[in-house]
């Protein structure tokens, strides 16, 4: 299962301070600028989060309270599918170097 949401700048710091918990490293996750993922007009940062249904709602529990947009419908897939695909691209160049 996949998850994708959105947080501006302003909240940023208490979004990585949630981040650092063990949980969110066991899990692992991704965060980007919006302007580096799809050249999006969104001003802020996309977090994505892979993990089975019950560390979702774990981590949503988390979030509560910080302001997080929890994004879904055509832009769900259109980030996702960017983060997926910096993964696979990521993936296939090691496999180069140590290939």
Same mark, same amino acid.
């Given at each position: 299962? %996949?998850?994708?949401?959105?947080?501006?700048?302003? +909240?940023? @710091?208490?979004?990585?301070?949630?981040?650092?918990?063990?949980?969110?490293?066991?899990?692992?996750?991704?965060?980007? %600028?919006?302007?580096?993922?799809?050249?999006?007009?969104?001003?802020?940062?996309?977090?994505? +989060? @892979?993990?089975?249904?019950?560390? +979702?709602?774990?981590? %949503? @529990?988390?979030? %509560?309270?910080?302001?997080?947009? @929890?994004?879904?419908?055509?832009?769900?897939?259109?980030?996702?599918?960017?983060?997926?695909?910096?993964?696979?691209?990521?993936?296939?160049? #090691?496999? #180069? +170097?140590?290939?």
């Amino acid at each position: 299962m %996949e998850a994708v949401y959105f947080y501006e700048d302003s +909240i940023s @710091k208490n979004v990585l301070k949630v981040l650092e918990d063990d949980f969110f490293k066991r899990v692992g996750y991704t965060v980007r %600028e919006c302007c580096q993922l799809l050249g999006s007009e969104r001003k802020g940062y996309f977090l994505y +989060i @892979k993990a089975n249904s019950e560390d +979702i709602d774990r981590a %949503e @529990k988390k979030f %509560e309270g910080l302001g997080l947009e @929890k994004l879904s419908g055509e832009e769900k897939k259109l980030v996702t599918a960017a983060f997926v695909a910096e993964e696979e691209n990521a993936a296939s160049g #090691m496999g #180069m +170097i140590f290939g």
